[in-house]
């Protein structure tokens, strides 16, 4: 081969190989971004992960005898029913409140020439199911407190854990964009998730709700995909899959537009930064 045809070659190769990273160099880097993030998240605190379960756990007292004392809800196994809908929810709210400003917290990375701006969201997605998983051995704790029993169908989690990850980085995506123009949105959203928290069904059965309020909370995304994991987890059976499945083709179709607003926008976030 000619000396200029194999050193046309070369070059191209080169440089096919800077503009397209390889899969395993990106997936270095997200997972140095997941290490960074929960390191920075802990820095220099005594207690480490366990504020992830702290907050819940406190909560979980509060409503525990609120609802289940007081008012005498008659929920069986109450302390595990709040407990993983506290726990999908955590992890809900916290990937959607650390979304939206992902991309304005870290904008000496994104001042860097290739670097792959979309993977920012999945990044803090990803911190907040690493937290989820952390807090299944006090969920099973809990589930042998009170005396629920453990079935095969436990296997169907990852399906679940899907789902509900495809919805939140669809709405990860969106916020992370529109926070960088309009910095209220950080704000906003966690007016709006406090509202939303309270129509979850987290201390509560939906079914318990009259007409025409149930319409109105059977709506809401999260109290089919937290119904989930009661079902999985304390009456040991198949989830509604007509409802999951409902939300899994909303993901399908908010995760492309979610990402294609968040590639508009990325082109201005140097200059809005």
Same mark, same amino acid.
């Given at each position: ?115 792959p701006v979309a993977i920012l969201p999945i ?23 009170? /005396? %629920? ?6 296997? @169907? #989690? +990852? $399906?679940?854990?899907? *789902? ?80 999951? /499945? %409902? ?6 179709? @908010? #995760? +492309? $537009?979610?990402?294609? *607003? ?12």
């Amino acid at each position: 081969m000619p000396k200029s045809k194999r050193y046309h070659r070369q070059t191209a190769q080169r440089t096919q190989k800077i503009n397209q990273p390889a899969l395993n160099q990106r997936i270095d880097l997200f997972t140095g971004l997941v290490d960074r993030s929960l390191k920075l998240l802990y820095n220099r605190s005594m207690l480490g992960i366990a504020w992830t379960l702290i907050k819940p756990l406190m909560q979980l007292i509060v409503f525990a005898i609120v609802f289940g004392s007081i008012l005498e809800g008659g929920i069986p196994r109450y302390a595990s029913f709040i407990f993983s809908g506290l726990i999908a929810w955590t992890w809900f709210q916290t990937s959607l409140t650390e979304s939206a400003g992902s991309i304005v917290q870290n904008d000496v990375l994104i001042r860097q020439p290739g670097f792959p701006v979309a993977i920012l969201p999945i990044v803090t997605v990803t911190t907040g199911l690493i937290h989820f998983l952390f807090s299944f051995p006090i969920l099973i704790l809990f589930l042998i407190i009170d /005396g %629920a029993r453990l079935t095969p169908v436990l296997l @169907l #989690l +990852p $399906i679940i854990l899907t *789902i509900q990850a495809a919805l939140i980085t669809s709405f990860a995506y969106v916020l992370a964009a529109i926070n960088v123009a309009f910095r209220d949105t950080q704000h906003t959203l966690n007016v709006l998730l406090q509202m939303l928290f309270y129509l979850s069904g987290i201390f509560y059965e939906v079914d318990s709700i009259s007409e025409p309020y149930r319409t109105i909370v059977v709506l809401n995304p999260m109290v089919h995909i937290i119904n989930a994991y009661r079902a999985v987890f304390i009456e040991g059976v198949q989830p509604d899959w007509m409802a999951l /499945g %409902a939300i899994a083709l909303l993901s399908a179709a @908010l #995760l +492309p $537009i979610g990402y294609a *607003i968040f590639q508009h926008q990325s082109f201005r976030f140097v200059e809005d930064l």
